[in-house]
């Protein structure tokens, strides 16, 4: 196996495994009064509130689509998903570096990490290749800041 499809398998691998924990989180807190959107993109979730609510990071690459959200009102713990264009990432990354408190992390498999406070919420974002050409997958989880 050549390097190149190694880091290919190595950047699937991760993108899956962080979809999967994603979700296996999700499952086990299911327990409160949980409310689910989707969106078609970033314009979408501004036009419905969700931003504006907290459900979905303001933080977010200007391409982002196919938005989806979930979040539990008894508990203000929520997290969701989003795909963009994968030329965005670096002034994606440039723009969350602006923010004050912003910590903008490299991972093995091309993965990047980025978290956050707003709003006395804990935001972290998660991105990853996706198996689709020239398309990046975000997971975002959100928390009260205590």
Do not use: C
Request: glycine fraction near 10%; proline fraction near 5%; charged fraction near 20%.
């Amino acid at each position: 196996m050549n390097e190149v499809t190694r880091k290919w398998l190595l950047s699937i691998g991760g993108a899956i495994l962080l979809i999967v924990v994603y979700g296996i989180a999700l499952k086990v807190s299911d327990y409160g009064d949980t409310v689910y959107s989707r969106h078609a993109n970033l314009a979408a979730a501004r036009l419905d509130g969700v931003i504006e609510r907290g459900w979905v990071p303001e933080l977010l690459p200007a391409g982002s689509n196919d938005i989806w959200e979930t979040h539990d009102l008894d508990t203000n713990v929520g997290g969701g998903g989003f795909q963009f264009p994968s030329n965005d990432l670096e002034a994606f990354k440039n723009q969350a570096r602006q923010w004050a408190g912003t910590i903008v992390t490299e991972l093995p498999g091309n993965m990047t990490r980025i978290e956050y406070s707003r709003d006395r919420s804990r935001i972290e974002l998660f991105l990853a290749p996706s198996p689709q050409a020239n398309v990046l997958t975000g997971v975002w989880s959100m928390k009260p800041d205590r």
